[in-house]
């Protein structure tokens, strides 16, 4: 079981909003084997999933990145997509020019590099290849934006939803599922509590893990549009709890 918490006010207080903790059930008895609190964790699982399908999906001569978000998870996105591709730039859309100064201050880390502040999102998405919306962006009410328009997506982009993992939220325009082919961790989730939720009708969700496994293609063309709709999924989180211990020498 993964217990997931946002609290807006940590920022006050040095921490991050988001936090998780995983008790693992003994298999034989139902009880309480272990509990992990798992914050950092989750963020470099959550950045994982976005880099595999970065690496599956995206073209091959990718090297800039956009990141709409300013919080927490999106500085593990730009070092985790950073790994799989030759990133040289990465422009930063947030809601204030003051927090995307703060994250386009901060060092890169290894291979990653410094992130450089682009306060508008028109002019992120016109020039990168590969997008990585990490917001917690909602459709509070029905005239509520999305973070861009779809018009304003090339032909060849990537683009890697990771924000919108419960009903009522949404990052990008419906429009561009039109324009694209879809991706996500599981199909009958993204269409629940994804991003998917509000694609039409008729728009194919395939599985990555399909694409992993060679048993469903990903980028057909240079000019596909490719959307990873990531939810994330229990599997991912009990393989996390699981190889902790493992690396702490405990066995359940």
Request: aromatic letters at 4%; glycine letters at 10%.
């Amino acid at each position: 079981m993964k217990i997931g918490s946002y609290w807006p006010g940590n920022a006050e207080h040095g921490l991050p909003r988001h936090h998780s903790t995983l008790l693992l059930l003994d298999q034989t008895i139902g009880r309480i084997a272990a509990v992990l609190e798992v914050g950092t964790a989750n963020a470099y699982r959550t950045a994982a999933a976005d880099a595999l399908a970065v690496d599956l999906l995206a073209r091959a001569d990718t090297t800039t990145l956009a990141v709409f978000g300013t919080g927490h998870q999106a500085a593990y996105e730009v070092r985790a997509v950073s790994r799989v591709r030759p990133i040289g730039e990465v422009l930063v859309v947030g809601r204030t020019a003051e927090r995307a100064g703060q994250m386009s201050a901060g060092p890169g880390r290894g291979r990653t590099p410094r992130p450089q502040l682009r306060s508008g999102a028109e002019e992120a998405c016109a020039r990168a290849d590969v997008i990585v919306t990490a917001t917690t962006a909602t459709t509070a009410t029905t005239d509520t934006p999305p973070l861009f328009e779809a018009s304003w997506v090339r032909p060849g982009t990537h683009i890697s939803c990771m924000g919108a993992d419960a009903p009522g939220k949404r990052e990008l325009p419906p429009e561009l599922f039109g324009r694209a082919r879809v991706f996500c961790d599981l199909p009958e989730q993204a269409r629940r509590m994804g991003e998917s939720r509000h694609a039409p009708a008729r728009t194919i969700l395939t599985p990555l893990g399909e694409v992993l496994t060679h048993r469903a293609t990903g980028r057909t063309a240079d000019s596909d549009i490719t959307v990873f709709d990531s939810s994330g999924i229990g599997m991912q989180d009990l393989y996390l709890g699981l190889a902790l211990l493992k690396k702490m020498d405990i066995s359940l």
